[in-house]
Each structure stands twice: as structure tokens, then as C-alpha cells.
């Protein structure tokens, strides 16, 4: 069974940092792309930013030059290091990683990301 956990949420103020991480545990292979995602009440979830095996890297414009996700196959573990926060990020940020033969989705129970003064 495989289990993503997910820390480095909290409050910050505009203009300061967060990192966060995800790490898999379990029976999880071939993991093809990792990602973060956001999703605030009333809104569809949306793409912040993903990385593939080969390091190839996308980012939600409204994160871009922002942000910037990395991966430690090692460890099995996707961050994502938010600078310049600003209080339209406040949102639950979640991991995804799709892996397998088959490319399942694999999901973290989210993290709060609140941006305020």
C-alpha cells in the first residue's frame, strides 16, 4: 500500500517562504512524475508545478519564477520551495505521483498553505 505524507504547510506572511515536501512510502515503482497541486473551496484543483524522472519541470504561470520543485529519487520525495508568497496562494497544497506500469495516480492528504499578515 502506498502512502504519501506531506509536511512544510503553515501560516507565513506576504512576502516569506515555505518548503514543502512529500515523501512515498510502500510498494510504489516506476514513478513517473511527481507533482504539487492546489485546490481552494468553490474552485477546481489546479497544477502548481510537476517534474518527471528526467528532471523536466512545469509551472503554473501564477507560481512561475516563484517557485521551484525538485525531486530526490532516493528518498522517493517531491519538494516544493515557494518564495515571494502572496496571500493568493493561500490554499491546500497536495502531492501527486504517478507511477506504475499502468501511471496511477497516487495522492498526500494535503497541506494548508495560508498567506497573512
Known amino acids: 500500500q502506498v502512502q504519501l505524507v506531506e509536511s512544510g504547510g503553515g501560516l507565513v506572511q506576504p512576502g516569506g517562504s515555505l518548503r514543502l515536501s512529500c515523501a512515498a512510502s510502500?510498494?510504489?515503482?516506476?514513478?513517473?512524475?511527481m507533482g504539487w497541486y492546489r485546490k481552494a473551496p468553490g474552485k477546481e484543483r489546479e497544477l502548481v508545478a510537476s517534474i518527471t524522472r528526467d528532471s523536466s519541470t512545469t509551472y503554473a504561470d501564477s507560481v512561475k519564477g516563484r517557485s521551484t520543485i525538485s525531486r530526490d529519487n532516493t528518498k522517493n520525495t517531491v519538494y516544493l520551495q515557494m518564495n515571494t508568497l502572496k496571500p493568493e496562494d493561500t490554499d491546500v497544497y497536495s502531492c501527486?505521483?504517478?507511477?506504475?506500469?499502468?501511471?496511477?495516480?497516487?495522492w498526500g492528504q494535503g497541506t494548508q498553505v495560508t498567506v497573512s499578515s
Open positions: 510502500g510498494n510504489i515503482f516506476n514513478i513517473y512524475s
Open positions: 501527486n505521483f504517478r507511477a506504475g506500469l499502468l501511471r496511477d495516480d497516487y
